[in-house]
Nanobody, 130 residues
């Protein structure tokens, strides 16, 4: 059974950068669409972005955050990373990753919309504060 683990969270100053990783204990995630989500206190969970499966995975991020977020696969470490820049206090949240088995779907939004979800990680806390 697939188990996802996030890492890389912590305290960062406003304007700073952070890279989060989503892995499965060294298991390959190539055939999975991976979504990054976040949930701030008192708010509903929202998608930060996602990346599709396959040799040419298609990343997606919210258009408002396009310049500050990069999602990519680290094939050497078998992780999917979320690189965030220009962080603001309102980015404070628990960040989680989730996987949907979709080896033939490059569009992660379609894959994650269809499901079913194979696994969710426990999440990692990101706090943006001075």
């Amino acid at each position: 059974q697939l188990q996802l683990v996030e890492s890389g969270g912590g305290l960062v100053h406003p304007g700073g950068s952070l890279r989060l990783s989503c892995g499965a204990s060294g298991l390959r995630l190539d055939g999975y669409a991976i979504g990054w989500f976040r949930q701030a206190p008192g708010k509903e969970r929202e998608m930060v972005g996602c990346i599709g499966s396959g040799d040419w995975p298609t990343p997606y991020t919210d258009s408002a955050r396009d310049n500050a977020i990069i999602i990519y696969r680290d094939n050497g470490n078998h992780t999917v990373n979320l690189q965030m820049a220009s962080l603001k206090p309102e980015d404070t949240a628990i960040y989680s990753c989730a996987a949907v088995w979709s080896p033939n779907e490059r569009n992660c939004m379609i894959a994650l919309g269809k499901g079913p979800y194979s696994a969710w990680g426990q999440g990692t806390q990101v706090t943006v504060s001075s």
